[in-house]
């Protein structure tokens, strides 16, 4: 069984930054890319950011210069900064993990159970 604990949402003025986490725990061997999606009110669930095993990144073009995405492969965990945030960026962000679990030869992926985040205007 393999779980995603997020933590760092939150309700924060505009201008304002946050830090999201996502820990990656139970029976998993190894992880390949990691990523945040995010879903506002009304509106599909859209990528914000994917890091890969390699450390390579990609970003949505809306949160390109204001956020970034990192890892740390010894604690399993994927980490979002966020500046500059704006109101438009209201949403929920989800965790997603595509990671092989012990005794599996395939890749699966995995989610988390979402964090809200509030922007004030």
């Known amino acids: 069984q393999v779980q995603l604990v997020e933590s760092g949402g939150g309700l924060v003025q505009a201008g304002g930054s946050l830090r999201l986490s996502c820990a990656a725990s139970?029976?998993?061997?190894?992880?390949?890319?990691m990523g945040w999606y995010r879903r506002a009110a009304g509106k599909q669930r859209e990528l914000v950011a994917i890091i890969n095993g390699g450390g390579w990144t990609t970003y949505a073009d809306s949160v390109k210069g204001r956020f970034s995405i990192s890892r740390d492969d010894a604690k399993n965990t994927v980490f979002l900064q966020m500046d500059s945030l704006k109101p438009d960026d209201t949403a929920v962000f989800y965790c997603?993990?595509?990671?092989?679990?012990?005794?599996?030869?395939?890749?699966?992926?995995?989610w988390g159970q979402g964090t809200q985040v509030t922007v004030s205007s």
């Open positions: 139970g029976s998993i061997r190894s992880i390949n890319d």
């Open positions: 997603n993990v595509e990671g092989r679990p012990i005794g599996s030869l395939i890749y699966k992926t995995f």
